[in-house]
């Protein structure tokens, strides 16, 4: 039972009785996610203090060479997952290719592996606006005790067994699902605990956010302009607000709290729009369904699309069920 204020520990460790088979592997790798992401937090928080520590390429005070916080949030991440041996593999937007973890006794016993966009949105550090780390999981297909494939990356979104992300905002927080609802903790900072803050999160049925790049309306599908204008239409609820951070996860988190729909749709410029599948949209998808929200490429359910390669992009309409289903139906309508 989810406890307002429980701390995210005690709650690992009393849902773990919800997963009978569990050998308590998933609790471990959800716990080192909390702390790669205190620590990606702090690296985070300082990152305004650029004039005093070191811009990037410089080297800081204590002579240490200042990393892209990116490349920064990708190393911890891997190190701190990596050395904790839960995972028998990792696969991260920032990597060509995923990363093989044979574990100490080099016998690949672990049956996880792990597909994460490190730090999302990470343009948006400069001018001090939320970024997020997106996490997914998955259980291995290849036989364990054998190296990992990439087979065992290309798995559909409903195989997955937990996804979540972090939001580095005004203030910090880790939402995640195991598949038994969605839960989002909050970082005290002044004595790194995680509390429960938003048990059971909930996407409502409907909303009035919509979240788009509006800059690319002409090189849209005729379909995702004809939504917009129907957003925009003067009617009973409408106009519906836009808002778009630029920042998926603080988007997408925005509008579970308030209500809304986020679509990075294909374009002209991009025929599969964006977002990564595997890094991006299927967790979120996973974590939308989780919270009764839905997530598709604006035709079929993106849970439900079998990957290809690993760093696939894919058009994303995530958000409030009825907002997601009305913009199919202008997808459907128009002809391409
Ligand atoms: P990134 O993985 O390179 O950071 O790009 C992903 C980000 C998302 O967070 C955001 O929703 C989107 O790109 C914004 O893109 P655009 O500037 O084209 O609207
Ligand atoms: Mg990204």
Partial sequence: MARKNQTLGEFIIENQEAFPYSSGELSRLINSIRLAAKVVNHEVNKAGLVDITG???????????QQKLDVYANEKFIQTLTNREIVCGIASEENDDFITIQGQNKDHQNKYVLLMDPLDGSSNIDVNVSVGTIFSVYRRVTPIGTPVTKEDFLQPGNKQVAAGYVVYGTSTMLVYTTGHGVNGFTLNPAIGTYY??????????????????EGNYNHFPQGVKD???????????????????????????????????????????????????LYECNPMAFIAEQAGGKASDGFQRIMDIKPKELHQRVPFFCGSKKMVEKAEEFMKNAPE
Avoid: W
Wanted: with cysteine.
């Fill in 227 to 277: 939504y917009i204008k129907y957003c925009q239409a003067e009617e009973e609820d409408r106009p519906y607000t836009s808002r778009y951070i630029g920042s998926l996860v603080s988007d997408i988190h925005r509008n579970m709290i308030k209500g809304g729909i986020y679509i990075y749709p294909k374009s002209s410029k991009s025929s599969n729009g964006k977002l990564r599948l």
């Fill in 196 to 213: 429960l803050s938003h048990p059971n999160m909930q996407f409502s049925e409907t909303g009035r956010i919509y979240s788009i790049n």
């Fill in 55 to 65: 811009a990037v390429g410089e080297t800081n005070i204590q002579g240490e060479e």
